[in-house]
């Protein structure tokens, strides 16, 4: 009975299915069973899909495309264990994945895996959870997900783990999320900070690289320095630096070390408990160039407070950064300079490195095939001239001015951003600004102006603004194109560039050629635009448009309506009528290539002797350009001595037809006969008079003379001055009328004639443009005697009638003079 009652019970029953052994080597038939009820094929559906995860990226691929994610997603919840721990495991594999962690992200998993993270759980799980969640949380919605799903508490709780697993997986998980700030706030206010601490000797490196890497990003705040210090973090890990086992990570804790010592409190407190010399020592001690520079680095960043610099200055730290100069090390030589660079903030540093002799090999290193050498060397550069004349002179005896250009004519951006700060600088100093423009330095700085980099605009503009002082210069940059790219950095939509920009052109616009070059690229258009805005509106945006008007008084006159008595009138100036706001001004020669219209003719000043009048385009100054025929007279005046010999026994009146064909060609103006002869009568009649009331009298009649004479108010009409013109506009072929030919003028020409000859025999007045063709003449003349030495009376302003009763002076605002301007 026993035997069968043995038997009976080992026999399956009806309802039960007889054990079935099943040996699979295809992954789909695996993923179906992850679907099975029996908590033993689970097991070993996911034991398996993990092994084969383990093999490979493709296999992982494999198993996301048979649809094996989606339910090892459920299962690392199951109520089993041994099924728990292998779909974590299986899991786990496939989530370095990217299109995995797409899915899991998409199958909203994370809280599943947080809720695994309890200390009850086995270890295998903690590690594969961690494992997972260190995979996910380098996309960001995932590590906000995890943030916001509070892991870091048990993540934290798992840095005590004793599995080098789990430790390494939490570390890592944490290193990704303190990316962001409110996990690194979050890991100070739950003493993760402590936990990280006590993990720094740990005897696996990859756990050590970790803790310091996380602990790195966690000091950039400063309240977590504070809590660092708290822990005594900084003994631990001066304590990990002098350790030699740890040598291979001592980059890492340098970089962490740089963190902490930005505080002055931690910097007081190693120079106190002998850590600095520490870190001096891993400066000067030869060994590995990765450590060496990561110490110098260290140093520059420690630098950048002032405190801080203070207290590496009296560590005498310039002479251990000049002696590592000399190292054959690229990576060493760039890190120094960077230091050096930060340690010239202090100006007792500044003189401190030129004393040592520090500035000619750094000027040497501008010359290294290195480009990163090449940068920071000029970034040192930079910060030692910045404001120190004698290391501007050092870097110019160590020959620095031809490898300064050169790297702006070949190197990066940020190459040429600094070299040509340190041209800025060097080019306060007169004789260092000639010796840098004899290497070319203006037409270099062309190429650059058309960068998209605002850094290494700001600090080209500042450089031609600094180099553009005297004509030469000026001209050079002209030459080489460079005032079309200014013109259009005036546009830029950054605040430094333009107000920058603004400061070049108030400086290359203080010569006539230069100025009228500017004007022809729209920068009058573009300064009035600014100067209308007041946001872009800046002190250079005025400055600049005062110096372009100052130096193209046709401009000017058109714009303003006004010319001073300190503007003085030259021959090229013309008068194109009155402008309206935001119009812009066309040169001469733009206007005279215009078919004859029934506008107002332009009026034309050109004083010039005819031998200077010569219709060669090549040595005679262009209509643009009025400034270029003072600079070039006297060679004109040699070089066509025979033309001109020949223009003088021409006749006046054969060269009529040409003049508007001239003044088109070449953009030349003709010689004008009657207002030569006025100056000369001018000079001859009015000059030797005494009383300046006599001379400015004298001058109007001579004025009024040539322009028709006197004219009651009433008998206006019968001047018929516009007939007049009109006739002399068909006579020349040509819109613009020099003015020695008008001989019936009204108050516009008269006041124009009476400015124009003021100018030329050296009597000050001012021209002032009214409406309808009104125009008059305001002069300074000082009356009675000094009632005590020294003390003279004041000038009163009269504005000159040149029109009804020419030579009568009426004192300004009188009813007279009111009358005149505006009748």
């Given at each position: 009975m026993g035997k069968k009652a043995k038997k009976d019970a080992e026999t399956p029953t009806k309802d039960e299915f007889d054990p079935l052994s099943i040996e699979s080597k295809r992954a789909d038939t695996v993923v179906l069973m992850l679907n099975s009820p029996e908590e033993v094929v689970l097991a070993k559906a996911c034991e398996a899909i993990c092994k084969f995860a383990e093999k490979g990226e493709e296999n992982r691929i494999t198993l996301m495309a048979l649809g094996a994610v989606e339910p090892l997603s459920r299962l690392i919840s199951h109520e089993d264990k041994s099924v728990r721990r292998n779909a974590f495991m299986a899991l786990g594999n496939m989530a370095s994945n990217g299109d995995v962690k797409k899915l899991l992200k998409k199958l909203d998993v994370i809280p599943s895996i947080i809720a695994r993270l309890?200390?009850?759980?086995?270890?295998?799980?903690?590690?594969?959870?961690?494992?997972?969640?260190?995979?996910?949380?380098?996309?960001?919605?995932?590590?906000?997900?995890?943030?916001?799903?509070?892991?870091?508490?048990?993540?934290?709780?798992?840095?005590?783990?004793?599995?080098?697993?789990?430790?390494?997986?939490?570390?890592?998980?944490?290193?990704?999320?303190?990316?962001?700030?409110?996990?690194?706030?979050?890991?100070?206010?739950?003493?993760?900070?402590?936990?990280?601490?006590?993990?720094?000797?740990?005897?696996?490196?990859?756990?050590?690289?970790?803790?310091?890497?996380?602990?790195?990003?966690?000091?950039?705040?400063?309240?977590?320095?504070?809590?660092?210090?708290?822990?005594?973090?900084?003994?631990?890990?001066?304590?990990?630096?002098?350790?030699?086992?740890?040598?291979?990570?001592?980059?890492?804790?340098?970089?962490?070390?740089?963190?902490?010592?930005?505080?002055?409190?931690?910097?007081?407190?190693?120079?106190?408990?002998?850590?600095?010399?520490?870190?001096?020592?891993?400066?000067?001690?030869?060994?590995?160039?990765?450590?060496?520079?990561?110490?110098?680095?260290?140093?520059?960043?420690?630098?950048?407070?002032?405190?801080?610099?203070?207290?590496?200055?009296?560590?005498?730290?310039?002479k251990s950064l000049m002696t590592l100069l000399a190292v054959e090390n690229n990576r060493m030589r760039s890190a120094t300079c960077q230091a050096v660079a930060v340690m010239s903030k202090n100006l007792t540093s500044k003189d401190t490195f030129r004393l040592l002799d520090g500035i000619k090999p750094i000027v040497q290193l501008l010359r290294s095939e290195s480009a990163e050498v090449r940068e920071s060397a000029a970034q040192a550069l930079s910060s030692l001239t910045s404001g120190n004349q004698l290391n501007a002179y050092a870097v110019s005896e160590a020959e620095g001015e031809e490898a300064l250009v050169q790297q702006i004519q070949e190197g990066s951006s940020r190459e040429v951003a600094y070299a040509a700060s340190v041209l800025t600088n060097m080019a306060a100093q007169e004789g260092l600004r000639r010796n840098i423009l004899s290497h070319g330095a203006m037409p270099t700085l062309v190429g650059p102006l058309q960068s998209k980099d605002t850094h290494l605009l700001v600090c080209v503009i500042q450089a031609v603004a600094a180099l553009a002082c005297d004509a030469e210069s000026r001209t050079e940059f002209r030459t080489a194109g460079g005032l079309p790219h200014l013109v259009k950095l005036l546009h830029s939509y950054n605040t430094e560039v333009r107000r920058n920009a603004c400061w070049a052109v108030s400086v290359c616009a203080n010569d006539e050629s230069t100025a009228s070059e500017l004007c022809k690229f729209g920068a009058l258009g573009v300064l009035q635009d600014i100067n209308s805005s007041t946001n872009r509106r800046n002190r250079f945006s005025d400055i600049a448009l005062q110096k372009l008007l100052d130096n193209n008084l046709s401009a000017k006159y058109s714009l303003t309506g006004l010319l001073s008595s300190t503007d003085i009138i030259t021959d090229g100036f013309y008068d194109p009528g009155q402008a309206q706001s935001g119009q812009s001004v066309l040169d001469l020669a733009s206007l005279s290539k215009q078919v004859i219209n029934q506008r107002r003719p332009v009026v034309a000043v050109n004083g010039k002797p005819q031998d200077l009048c010569a219709h060669d385009p090549a040595q005679e100054k262009r209509l643009d350009s009025p400034s270029e025929s003072r600079a070039t007279s006297a060679q004109s005046n040699k070089s066509g001595s025979r033309a001109s010999s020949k223009a003088k026994h021409r006749d006046e009146d054969e060269s009529k037809p040409q003049q508007g064909k001239e003044v088109e060609r070449h953009g030349l103006l003709p010689w004008d006969s009657a207002l030569c002869s006025l100056i000369a009568e001018a000079t001859k009649s009015i000059l030797p008079l005494q009383e300046e009331r006599e001379q400015h009298k004298a001058l109007a009649i001579l004025v009024s003379d040539a322009m028709g004479g006197p004219v009651s108010a009433e008998r206006q009409h019968e001047l018929l001055w516009e007939l007049h013109l009109s006739e002399l506009k068909h006579e020349e072929q040509s819109n613009v009328i020099l003015i020695g030919k008008i001989k019936k003028g009204t108050y516009c020409h008269r006041a124009l004639l009476f400015k124009a000859l003021s100018d030329k025999i050296g009597l000050y007045s001012s021209l002032v443009r009214g409406d309808y063709n009104r125009a008059w003449n305001e002069v300074l003349i000082t009356e009675g005697t000094p009632k005590a030495p020294g003390c003279f009376p004041q000038p009163c302003k009269y504005v000159v009638d040149l029109m009804h009763n020419p030579g009568e002076l009426m004192r300004s605002n009188s009813p007279a003079a009111v009358k005149y301007q505006c009748i």
């Open positions: 309890s200390p009850e759980e086995d270890v295998v799980i903690h590690e594969f959870a961690t494992q997972c969640l260190a995979s996910l949380a380098l996309d960001f919605t995932c590590k906000v997900q995890i943030f916001d799903s509070d892991a870091l508490g048990p993540l934290i709780h798992l840095l005590s783990s004793n599995d080098p697993d789990v430790v390494k997986n939490s570390v890592e998980c944490i290193y990704n999320l303190v990316q962001d700030l409110p996990s690194r706030v979050a890991v100070c206010e739950l003493n993760g900070i402590s936990l990280l601490l006590g993990q720094l000797r740990s005897e696996f490196p990859v756990i050590q690289e970790l803790i310091l890497r996380t602990l790195e990003r966690i000091t950039a705040d400063k309240e977590a320095r504070v809590a660092f210090r708290e822990e005594q973090g900084l003994e631990k890990l001066l304590e990990f630096l002098t350790t030699k086992e740890y040598s291979d990570l001592h980059v890492e804790a340098l970089q962490l070390v740089s963190n902490c010592l930005e505080d002055v409190e931690a910097m007081l407190h190693i120079q106190e408990t002998g850590g600095l010399q520490i870190l001096l020592e891993f400066v000067m001690t030869p060994g590995l160039p990765e450590v060496q520079s990561s110490a110098v680095k260290a140093i520059a960043k420690v630098a950048q407070s002032y405190e801080n610099r203070k207290i590496l200055h009296e560590q005498d730290v310039e």
